[in-house]
């Protein structure tokens, strides 16, 4: 199995495809490399596909350290420097656009262009956030996870999510391959991430909704396009918060649609 040496961790990834410029897929909250399979099979007879697990989940390694999101952007650079890689597309969904996010802040003399996909740009960016915030304290969510039985916490982590039972099963199924430990560590991480200076983002950005995404992440969306110059919106059709399993057509022909522009 590809594990490699990133930090302080072992990080394991897979890359696919043998020639063409380099896509970096970063994951959401308790899944893994494995939720861009539809995106690895479509871009890997053009583009080198590179996926990793994050910091504490499945197959690579945690650590005992209060996780960031700018540690999960230091990981990832020190896995394109180990791997000898140079100016790809960064694409994160969720937790993993929230690490693109900081990745493309603090590394993006090192980038070609950013996919922020179903994310946020804080833990409270409106008035609903910290109203959500203020009923769901960090450390209320960090007693329920640790009250509740796994099973149980995978069924409410995605109780409110609008999206396609299929996709929320195999979501929930890739949770529960995570201890509670890491589960508790992601939550700091997720917590504490801040508005960053987006405006410096000099790349061209894509960013990505599903049409039945929670009406609160749309702002986010927003902000993202007003701060960052080069960046487009799309909406994918019949998706909710994991667009690109939910309608991977349409994700796949954006991104597409996306990366020619690039080229162009």
């Not at 329920?144 to 039972?165: G, H, L, Q, V």
Request: aromatic letters at 10%; charged letters at 25%.
């Amino acid at each position: 199995m590809p594990f490699i040496q990133t930090g302080n961790i072992r990080t394991y990834y897979e890359m696919h495809g043998e020639e063409g410029p380099v896509l970096v897929f970063c994951h959401g909250a308790g899944a893994s490399h494995d939720m861009w399979q539809p995106q690895t099979e479509h871009f890997s007879n053009n583009y080198r596909v590179l996926t990793y697990d994050i910091r504490g989940h499945q197959q690579s390694e945690g650590s005992d350290e209060t996780y960031t999101c700018e540690l999960f952007a230091d990981d990832l650079y020190l896995l394109l420097e180990q791997l000898d890689i140079s100016e790809p597309v960064v694409i994160g969904l969720s937790l993993g656009g929230m690490i693109a996010q900081e990745y493309a802040v603090k590394y993006q003399s090192s980038i070609r262009g950013l996919v922020l996909a179903d994310t946020a740009v804080a833990a409270a960016l409106t008035k609903s956030d910290r109203l959500l915030k203020a009923m769901y304290p960090k450390w209320l969510v960090k007693w329920t996870i640790n009250r509740m039985s796994d099973e149980k916490y995978a069924d409410w982590s995605f109780k409110y999510f609008d999206m396609n039972n299929d996709v929320r099963e195999y979501l929930k199924q890739e949770q529960l391959k995570m201890s509670k430990e890491e589960l508790l560590k992601i939550t700091d991480a997720i917590y504490t991430f801040k508005l960053l200076p987006l405006e410096t983002i000099r790349v061209p950005t894509l960013i990505i909704l599903g049409e039945n995404e929670r009406k609160a992440v749309f702002p986010h969306a927003g902000k993202m396009v007003e701060l960052i110059k080069d960046s487009q919106r799309v909406v994918i059709p019949d998706a909710g918060h994991a667009s690109n399993l939910e309608n991977p057509q349409v994700f796949n022909i954006e991104l597409e649609k996306f990366l020619r522009s690039i080229s162009a």
